[in-house]
């Protein structure tokens, strides 16, 4: 069976930073994961109250909650190889 995929991606606000995160997290998953993902974009704008949970110190930051380990990536996602890797998607 495909393993799911469940991402959180914090951002603060529509940065430049937060959506190229945002656009390089969709690419990715589409090429990769198509299906067997879905995204959450939390922003701590409107909800600062929810970085606590993941513990969130720097954004945009991705959460990789599902499947285990979980995981997180600080930055706009634009090094392809480091998010895949960080995903489990790709082995180093």
Known sequence: ???EYQLRL???????RSVTA??????YC???LKGQYSIEVID???NPQLAEGDQILAI?????KVPEPVRKIIGDLSNQEKVLVGLD???L
């Open 1 to 3: 069976m495909e393993k």
């Open 10 to 16: 914090y951002i603060a606000g529509k940065t430049s």
């Open 22 to 27: 945002l656009n390089n997290l969709k690419k």
């Open 30 to 32: 589409e090429e990769h």
């Open 44 to 46: 701590l704008l409107t």
């Open 60 to 64: 945009p930051t991705l959460v990789k």
């Open 89 to 91: 998607i790709r082995q």
